[in-house]
């Protein structure tokens, strides 16, 4: 699919492996998640537009490129989304953040809204939606259509584990949001977990089991 993009990068498969691990500390996982945030957004951010200007060196002019003015904002899907957000901060400083609080019905497996705070000018924003885990797609899908509600019109989504069914399910019902994961698994499990995946992002960021 033309708007997805599976990173192949031996730091991030490297960094893949220790995140998976049912051993991992909670320490190192939270580490862990920022460090591949990072390299996403390296990603991520390719297709931002830049426009020249000359700087004057301390020995001579040097024809540069910078950003073109784009106002970004970054949007993680709480809570584990929370954990990618630092390390888009530190490369994007102006970026806005927005939340969008969502959990999943243990049951039903299709997500519940409890929390949305937006920046007043989302709808002019290229807007970084965040979430280490993309499993059915329902919570990816659900933030994207309040985005798309608050006028936004250029949403990239970053995810560090997905699988076909969720990327099918986002890409169904928005053909036009780019796509960034750090992996593809197999499949969902009966529960809905992606296999092998790393189990549940939320809990190992906070430690609350
Ligand atoms: C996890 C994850 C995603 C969602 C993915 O959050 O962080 O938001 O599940 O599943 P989906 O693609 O099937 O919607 P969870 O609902 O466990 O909430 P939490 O972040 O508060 O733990
Ligand atoms: N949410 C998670 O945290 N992990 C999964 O595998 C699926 C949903």
């Known amino acids: 699919m033309a708007n997805v993009h599976i990173m192949d990068h031996p730091l991030v498969h490297h960094k893949l492996a220790v995140l998976r691990n049912k051993d991992t500390s909670v320490k190192e996982f939270r580490e862990l998640v920022s460090e591949i945030a990072g390299l996403m957004c390296y990603e991520a ?12 060196t301390p020995v001579g002019m040097a024809k540069c490129r910078t950003l073109a003015g784009k106002k970004l904002a970054i949007v993680p899907i709480l809570r584990a ?19 969008i ?3 999943r019905d243990p049951e039903t497996h299709k997500p519940v809204e409890y929390y949305c705070k937006l920046p007043e000018d989302i709808g002019n ?11 059915t797609g329902g919570s990816a899908v659900a933030a ?5 509600q608050h006028g936004c019109k250029n949403i ?14 986002v890409q169904k019902a928005h053909p036009d949001v780019e ?6 698994d197999e499949r969902l499990n009966e529960h809905a977990y992606i296999v092998p995946g790393l189990g549940d992002a939320g809990d190992r960021i906070f430690g609350t089991k």
Do not use: Q, W
């Open 81 to 99: 989304g929370l954990g990618m957000v630092d390390a888009l901060v530190d490369l994007i400083p102006s970026a806005k953040i927005g939340h």
């Open 156 to 169: 990239v989504m970053m995810n560090i584990i997905g699988c076909p069914e969720g990327i099918e399910a």
């Open 125 to 135: 924003r290229v807007v970084f939606v965040v979430d280490p885990m993309l499993a």
């Open 179 to 184: 796509m960034y994961l750090a992996a593809c």
């Open 45 to 56: 951010t390719r297709n931002l537009p830049t426009v020249e200007v000359d700087v004057e």
């Open 101 to 103: 609080g969502l959990y």
């Open 144 to 148: 994207i259509d309040f985005l798309k």
